[in-house]
């Protein structure tokens, strides 16, 4: 009689299969000279749309391959950051400020939520009501941002306004929320690799080479796709993960099973979030701290 676990491996490797099986396929059909490449290379690629939408493309092309990069990071190295969507969503953000005006008004928003989230326990309301209280102190800050770029004429300022104020408030509140369980050190350093991951996609996207490849090659995000299941499944090794603070008190570790509770929290909480700021807030459970690792 055949064992679960005897049955799993093999529809794993099946499933991994398909995933990069399937866009080398394409790839190879679009080569010069088939027959299948005038066809693919028309209908199969996003070639012939108008630059803007390309533009705007680009962030969602990046995604995967983020996320391939932050699951590299988490398991593999097993250096822990603020949760596994942030650093993807902060990369998208930090295109639109620039990198260095993005680091530096996202940690000034950090360390003015870490600030004022003490103050807001105190009130005792319920998780829906602390967040969008933090969100609304953050929308205030940006505003706040905006008008001392116009006082001082520093029109680099004016960029904090296309900064996704979803991803200010999350990346906040995580932080604040470790640094209450786990201690400052442990906050700084998750908060650090965090945006050291979303310094690294952004320079990522930047690359003209790689924007290119993907606009021409959309079906290597099926195949990312892939590479994130190989790497949660086969490269868990962690080889870095004594340089992780120790935190004060022992948090919970992170289990296999966070990464679908998370998936839930990103759905209950954010629907769309890009530079135009379309988003959606349904009321969230509130997450515990071993969940943002």
Not at 45 to 71: N, R, S
Request: hydrophobic share 55%.
């Amino acid at each position: 009689m055949t064992t679960p676990s005897t049955e799993a491996k093999p529809n794993l490797r099946a499933v991994l299969a398909v995933l990069l099986a399937i866009p080398l396929l394409i790839m190879l059909a679009k080569w010069p000279g088939l027959p299948t490449a005038g066809f693919l290379r028309q209908y199969a690629t996003l070639d012939p749309l108008p630059g803007q939408l390309q533009d705007k493309l680009a962030h969602i092309l990046f995604i995967p391959l983020g996320a391939m990069l932050v699951v590299l990071v988490r398991l593999t190295l097993g250096l822990r950051v603020l949760g596994p969507f942030r650093s993807v969503l902060l990369a998208a953000a930090f295109q639109t400020t620039g990198i260095v005006l993005g680091l530096a008004f996202l940690s000034a928003t950090i360390a003015i939520v870490a600030s004022i989230q003490p103050a807001i326990r105190t009130w005792r309301l319920p998780y829906f009501g602390r967040i969008t209280v933090l969100l609304s102190a953050v929308a205030v800050f940006m505003v706040l941002g905006v008008l001392l770029g116009s006082w001082l004429h520093v029109s680099a300022l004016n960029s904090i306004a296309y900064f996704p104020i979803v991803v200010l408030c999350l990346i906040g509140d995580a932080f604040a929320r470790t640094a209450q369980a786990e201690g400052l050190r442990s906050a700084v350093w998750r908060g650090a690799v965090t945006g050291a991951v979303a310094v690294a996609l952004t320079a990522l996207a930047k690359t003209p080479h790689v924007s290119d490849f993907l606009i021409r090659y959309p079906e290597v995000m099926i195949a990312q796709m892939g590479g994130i299941v190989f790497i949660a499944r086969y490269m868990n090794w962690r080889v870095l993960d004594r340089f992780n603070p120790k935190p004060v008190s022992e948090a919970e570790e992170e289990d296999e099973g966070d990464a679908e509770q998370q998936g839930s929290r990103v759905a209950q909480l954010v629907s769309t979030v890009s530079p135009s700021h379309t988003l959606y807030l349904t009321e969230p459970v509130e997450p515990t701290v071993s969940q943002l690792s």
